[in-house]
């Protein structure tokens, strides 16, 4: 059985809503079979970035070698810039070295998490299920708070905006199936 969910969401100043702040924060709980991935002790991360990348992961991999995270954790502990990108994803997260990196390999119908202690198995559907329970908890938090305003700098609004174009492509793809 898999569980991925946020325990906890805000804004990074600590007030109820903060137009300025691009990024939502929180914390996770990620386990298979009780077996404990991700836990709220690891500290708050980018649940907005993390949702990117987790969208991401229901494609493609993510290994220290062949990363979705644009070098950073699946769960970060920052993300708070989006830039376009020219490499394989059209936008990437300027972060920090923190957060709770967790590898995610396909095999065939199934998928492997490891946070460094051994792979858990679950299948590709439930991974997929968990993946949009998670960003439609992401989107849900947005939008209880009031509009983001536009970043002052072109190319970070631009990032901006390819975030949330991937970010929807990628649900709208993975509802399909």
């Known amino acids: 059985m898999l569980e991925l969910r946020i325990l ?3 804004w990074i100043s600590g007030e109820a ?6 990024c939502a924060h929180g914390t996770v709980m990620l386990a298979v079979d009780g ?12 649940l907005s970035a993390a949702g990117l990348y987790l969208l991401r992961t229901l494609q493609h991999d993510h290994a220290p070698a062949d990363h979705v995270s644009d070098g950073n954790a699946l769960f970060p502990c920052c993300g708070y810039i989006a830039l376009p990108s020219s490499g394989v994803f059209p936008v990437f997260c300027i972060g920090c070295p923190g ?3 967790v590898t995610v390999t396909h095999q065939g119908d ?4 490891d946070a460094g202690d051994g792979p858990r ?4 559907l439930e991974w997929r299920k968990a993946v949009l329970a998670f960003v439609g908890a992401v989107e849900d938090f947005y939008a209880r708070c009031s509009p983001k305003h536009r970043a ?13 174009a991937e970010w ?9 199936l």
Do not use: K, M, N, Y
Not at 110 to 113: F, K, N, T, Y
Not at 152 to 164: I, Q, S, V
């Open 35 to 46: 077996h404990a991935l991700v836990i709220p002790a690891d500290g708050s991360f980018t």
């Open 99 to 101: 957060g709770r990196d």
């Open 121 to 124: 198995r679950v299948s590709l």
């Open 152 to 164: 002052a700098d072109p190319e970070e609004a631009r990032g901006w905006a390819l975030f949330w």
């Open 8 to 10: 906890e969401s805000g």
């Open 17 to 22: 809503d903060d137009a300025d702040d691009p």
């Open 110 to 113: 199934e998928v492997l998490l």
């Open 168 to 176: 929807q492509q990628r649900r709208q793809a993975a509802q399909a």
